[in-house]
């Protein structure tokens, strides 16, 4: 699976962004998908996954009420909408798809995009 997240960019403290993740090369629907972010200086961390149908959702607690993953499995993609965005959400954000899932571990995941660039301004 090759997946392309797209959507980065700056946002004032409150605002907020909706990432999208683009998969192809294989069936997406049979895949977990899921979102990790990393800040400068720090480890990567679990954001949130969807199971393969959309039906299960789970989330870090930081970002638990904030933020919503979804996906069209029609148009092979998986969002990412934060609201309520933090400085402390600044990171990249990164796809994973993951076959078994879905994981809340990095290393659950088989495939990963490319990462794009979130800053949240105070």
């Known amino acids: 699976v090759q997946l392309q997240a797209c959507g980065g960019g700056l946002v004032q403290a409150g605002g907020f962004l909706r990432l999208s993740c683009a998969a192809s090369?294989?069936?997406?629907?049979?895949?977990?998908m899921g979102w990790f972010r990393q800040a400068p200086g720090k480890e990567r961390e679990f954001v949130g996954a969807i199971s393969w149908s959309g039906g299960s959702t789970f989330y870090a607690d930081s970002v638990k009420g904030r933020f919503i993953i979804s996906r069209a499995n029609a148009k092979n993609t998986v969002y990412l909408q934060m609201n309520s965005l933090k400085p402390e959400d600044t990171a990249v954000y990164y796809c994973?798809?993951?076959?078994?899932?879905?994981?809340?571990?990095?290393?659950?995941?088989?495939?990963w995009g490319q990462g794009t660039l979130v800053t949240v301004s105070s």
């Open positions: 994973a798809a993951d076959a078994h899932g879905p994981g809340v571990k990095g290393y659950q995941y088989d495939y």
């Open positions: 090369g294989r069936t997406f629907s049979n895949y977990a």
